[in-house]
C-alpha cells in the first residue's frame, strides 16, 4: 500500500498486543513479536521464570539476555518511528501537543531536523534562533506523502539521554549508544559509527540473502526437474488403455459378428423346421377331415345296418378297420422327428481368452513333426521388467516355419502356476528365430512351452533361468552449455508415443525435443514472464498433441502444442485455489486432468485440461513439500521431498499408507523426487540426495535400484525425474551432470 494509507491505518501497528493499547517502549523477540516492555515484565512476574520467556503470540520460547533483564530485548525502533508519526494522523480531531509549550492545538507545523512539534505560538521563537535558521520546517497541512515517509525514516533517539541521537555502535556490547552514552556508560570500549556498522552488517546481510535466494533457487529448480518425468508415463498409461479399449472392442465387435452368424444360423434352421411341420400340420388336418367324414359315415351305417348287414363283405367298412394300426405307426413316427436345438460353446475359445494375453501374434511354420525347439533364455532378465525368451526352430526342408493361419504361442511356468502366455513378438522366417516378450515377476527357474495350435514343438518344455537384471546404461546425450542440444539443469522429462523426449531446463529457462537416438530436434522458450517465456521450468507432460509445462518461478502452468506454439495458461503467485507457490511436479491422471504438487502451499491441486480449478488434496500436516504427485489405478502417489518418504492415497484424497525414511539403505530415501510407473506396475522413485533411482512394488516393497554418485555411464549426479519409452528402456535425467542418461 502506498505510504498515505500506511499513515491513514497506522493504528494497527502501534498497539501491543498483550494490553491492546499503544506501545511504551516495545521490545522485540527474535520472533519479531514485539511488545510493551511492561507487559513482559508482568508475564515473567506471574510465570515465576527469570531466564526464559514463551511470545505471546506464536509460543516459542526464548532465553533472555542479561540475566533475566527484560530490557536488553533489542527496542523496536520502527514502532517507535510510528508513535512519532501519529500525533500526524490525530491533528484534526484531538490536536497536537507542542513540544515547547505543552499546548494542544490543532494547526502545527512539525521540525523535521528537531524532530518535535511546534504551535504557531512558539514557532516565531524556534525561527529567531541563529542556529535554527537552516532547520527543515513544514507545516501538517501541507504534508505530502513523502513527508509521512521522512518522519518514518527519521535516526532513533537513546532511551537513557531524551533527544540524543544514536551514532555509535559499542563493539564490546555489541548495542547501539548515544555520544553520552560512550563517555559514560561505555568508556574505554571499542567503537564504530553506527552508520558504518549498519552498512557493513546491510551488506553481509544482503550477501547472505542473496546466497540463500541462489540456493533456495538451485533446490526449487532440481526438485521441479526431478517430477517432471511421471507425467509422459500415465500419457503413456492412457494411449495404451486407450489402445486396449479399441482391441477389445474390435474383438467384441468381432465376437458379436460370430453371434449374429450363429443367430441367422439358428433363424434359419428354424424357418425351416417350421414350414416343415406346418406342411405336417395341414396334412394332418386333411386327414382329420376324411376320418371325421369316415366316422359319420360309420357311425350311419351301424345304426341303420342289421347284423346280416353288418357282416357280409362292405369295402368302406374293411377299409376303416385297416386304416386303424397305420395312425399308431405315423403318431410314432411324428414324435420321433422333433428336430432338437442345442449350443455347445467353443471351450478352447474361452480357454485361451482366460489364459492368454490379449495382444495376438499369427506366425508361418512347417508341421511342428517337422521342427525342435530350444530356448536361449533369460541370461539377465529384469524382474519386473519386459525380458526376452529366444525360442529357433530347425527345419530341415529350409521352407516357411509357420503358416499365417495357426497359432504360436508361449507358456511360462513358474513354481507357482502359470505366470504368463503371449505370442511372439518378432519373427525371422529366414533362419526360424521367434523372440517372445515375458514380463518377469520373480526370480528363479521357469519353464517355457511352446505350442502350435495346441501342440508342443519338438523339444519343448525348456528350462530358463530368470535372474534379477541390473539396468544398463546404452545411451547419454547433452553436455552442459546453452547452444542448441546442449543441456542446463535439466530438470523434467516425458515422452510421447513417437518417442520424442522433451526436457525441461531451468538453467537456460527452455524445453528441448530430442529423438530416442539423443539427437536434437527442436526447441522453444526463453528466460521471461510473458507469454512463452519461462523461469526455471520444472515438471512437464505430453498430453493429446500438447506439452504442459510447470512454470515454476512464474507461478503458473503453460500448454503449447507439440511444435512448441503458445497455447494456453493459468495460475499466478498466491495461495488462492487457482495460484501456485512453486509448481514443481506436475502429471496427467487417467480422466485427462493435470495433478500439480503447489510444493510451499503444501498441497495437491487438480485442474481440468483449460485451466478450471476441480479440487485441492491435503490438510495441514498432510505434506511438508510434496514434490510430485502422479495417479496410477485408484491411488495418488506423493512423494514427500523433506519428509523423505513415499505417501499414497486414493483417489479421493484420502490417506492410505506411506513407506521409506531418511537414509542410504534399500527402501530409505534423502530428498525423493520424480516418481514414474514402468510397464511391469512398478514406482521407480528418483532417489535424489541418494544419486540413485530405486524401484518399487505398489504396496512400497523394495524391488531394486540403480546408480551410483559419479559422472561416468550408469552414475548420477542428483537425478531428478524417469520417463519409461515404449520398448521399455528408462530414460533418466541427470541435474548436477547436466545429461540424460538411457537404460535397458
Not at 527452455?510 to 517465456?533: P, W
Request: proline letters at 3%.
Amino acid at each position: 500500500m502506498d505510504i498515505k494509507t500506511f499513515v491513514d491505518n497506522i493504528h494497527e501497528h502501534v498497539c501491543c498486543p498483550v494490553c491492546m493499547t499503544r506501545f511504551t517502549n516495545p521490545k522485540q523477540f527474535p520472533c519479531l513479536h514485539s511488545f510493551c516492555l511492561r507487559c513482559l515484565q508482568r508475564i515473567q512476574q506471574t510465570s515465576g521464570i527469570r531466564d526464559t520467556i514463551s511470545c505471546p503470540e506464536c509460543r516459542r520460547k526464548f532465553r533472555i539476555p542479561g540475566n533475566g533483564n527484560l530490557n536488553a530485548f533489542p527496542t523496536n525502533f520502527r514502532i517507535n518511528s510510528l508513535l512519532d508519526a501519529l500525533p500526524v494522523t490525530e491533528c484534526k480531531t484531538s490536536g497536537i501537543k507542542c513540544g515547547n509549550c505543552e499546548k494542544t492545538s490543532g494547526e502545527s507545523t512539525y521540525c523535521f531536523t528537531c524532530c518535535s512539534f511546534w504551535c504557531d505560538d512558539c514557532l516565531p521563537l524556534h525561527n529567531r534562533i541563529k542556529i535554527f535558521k537552516e532547520h527543515h520546517v513544514l507545516a501538517l497541512k501541507d504534508f505530502r506523502d513523502e513527508d509521512f515517509e521522512n518522519i518514518l525514516k527519521q535516526p532513533a533517539f537513546c532511551g537513557k539521554h531524551e533527544k540524543k541521537e544514536l551514532e555509535l555502535l559499542c563493539q564490546v556490547c555489541k548495542i547501539s549508544i548515544c555520544s553520552v552514552c560512550a563517555l559514560t556508560d561505555h568508556e574505554g570500549h571499542a567503537k564504530i559509527a553506527l552508520e558504518d556498522a549498519a552498512k557493513e552488517r546491510k551488506s553481509r546481510i544482503t550477501a547472505a540473502i542473496e546466497s540463500k535466494k541462489r540456493r533456495a533457487l538451485e533446490k526449487m529448480t532440481r526438485i521441479a526437474k526431478i517430477d517432471e518425468n511421471c507425467i509422459k508415463i500415465q500419457e503413456q498409461a492412457v494411449t495404451v488403455k486407450t489402445n486396449v479399449k479399441q482391441f477389445v472392442a474390435s474383438l467384441m465387435t468381432a465376437i458379436e459378428a460370430k453371434q449374429n452368424e450363429i443367430f441367422d444360423a439358428v433363424e434359419n434352421k428354424v424357418k425351416e423346421s417350421l414350414e416343415f411341420l406346418m406342411e405336417q400340420k395341414h396334412a394332418i388336418e386333411e386327414e382329420v377331415i376324411t376320418h371325421k367324414t369316415a366316422i359319420e359315415k360309420t357311425e350311419v351305417i351301424l345304426k341303420r345296418s342289421t347284423s346280416a348287414q353288418i357282416v357280409q363283405p362292405n369295402e368302406f367298412l374293411d377299409k376303416v378297420i385297416q386304416e386303424e394300426g397305420e395312425e399308431e405307426y405315423l403318431a410314432v413316427c411324428d414324435g420321433e422327428s422333433l428336430t432338437t436345438f442345442v449350443f455347445e460353446g467353443n471351450e478352447e475359445l474361452f480357454h485361451d481368452i482366460n489364459s492368454n494375453q490379449i495382444g495376438c501374434f499369427f506366425a508361418t511354420k512347417t508341421s511342428s513333426k517337422d521342427s525342435s525347439a530350444e530356448g536361449k533364455g533369460i541370461s539377465e532378465g529384469t524382474v519386473g521388467l519386459e525380458a526376452e525368451i529366444v525360442v529357433t526352430t530347425r527345419n530341415s526342408r529350409k521352407e516357411r516355419c509357420y503358416q499365417e493361419h495357426d497359432r504360436v504361442t508361449l507358456e511360462i511356468r513358474t513354481l507357482g502356476g502359470r505366470d504368463s502366455a503371449t505370442k511372439p513378438q518378432i519373427q525371422d522366417d529366414k533362419d526360424g528365430t521367434y523372440k517372445f516378450s515375458y514380463f518377469a515377476k520373480e526370480t528363479g527357474t521357469c519353464q517355457a512351452s511352446v505350442k502350435v495350435n495346441g501342440e508342443h514343438v519338438r523339444g519343448s518344455p525348456f528350462e530358463v533361468q530368470v535372474k534379477r537384471r541390473e539396468f544398463r546404461p546404452v545411451l547419454s546425450f547433452g553436455h552442459h552449455g546453452s547452444d542448441a542440444g546442449m543441456l542446463s539443469i535439466p530438470c523434467g522429462v516425458t515422452v510421447n508415443d513417437k518417442d520424442e523426449i522433451a526436457v525441461s531446463e531451468a538453467g537456460n529457462h527452455r524445453v528441448q525435443i530430442f529423438a530416442s537416438d539423443g539427437s536434437y530436434l527442436r526447441s522453444f522458450g526463453k528466460k521471461g514472464n510473458q507469454q512463452g517465456e519461462f523461469n526455471s521450468p520444472a515438471g512437464i507432460a505430453f498430453h493429446n498433441e500438447k506439452i504442459i509445462v510447470a512454470d515454476c518461478c512464474n507461478n503458473r502452468v503453460q500448454l503449447f502444442s507439440n511444435e512448441g506454439h503458445y497455447f494456453n495458461q493459468f495460475g499466478g503467485e498466491g495461495s488462492g485455489d487457482h495460484q501456485f507457490r512453486f509448481p514443481y511436479g506436475l502429471s496427467i491422471d487417467s480422466d485427462g486432468n493435470i495433478i500439480v504438487a503447489d510444493s510451499s502451499s503444501k498441497l495437491i491441486k487438480i485442474f481440468s485440461l483449460d485451466g478450471r480449478f476441480l479440487r485441492r488434496i491435503g490438510t495441514e500436516g498432510s505434506f511438508s513439500f510434496p514434490f510430485h504427485c502422479i495417479q496410477h489405478d485408484n491411488y495418488l502417489i506423493v512423494s514427500d521431498y523433506v519428509d523423505h518418504c513415499i505417501k499414497v492415497l486414493n483417489r479421493e484424497g484420502e490417506f492410505l499408507y506411506k513407506f521409506g525414511k531418511r537414509g542410504k539403505g534399500d527402501g530409505q530415501f534423502d530428498f525423493p523426487g520424480c516418481l514414474s510407473v514402468d510397464r511391469a506396475g512398478h514406482l521407480l522413485v528418483c532417489d535424489s540426495a541418494n544419486h540413485r533411482v530405486q524401484v518399487f512394488k505398489l504396496s512400497g516393497e523394495f524391488v531394486t535400484k540403480f546408480g551410483a554418485h559419479g559422472t561416468r555411464a550408469g552414475e548420477f549426479n542428483k537425478p531428478c525425474s524417469t520417463a519409461v519409452l515404449c520398448d521399455g528402456r528408462i530414460v533418466v535425467c541427470d541435474f548436477e551432470n547436466h545429461c540424460v542418461q538411457i537404460f535397458s
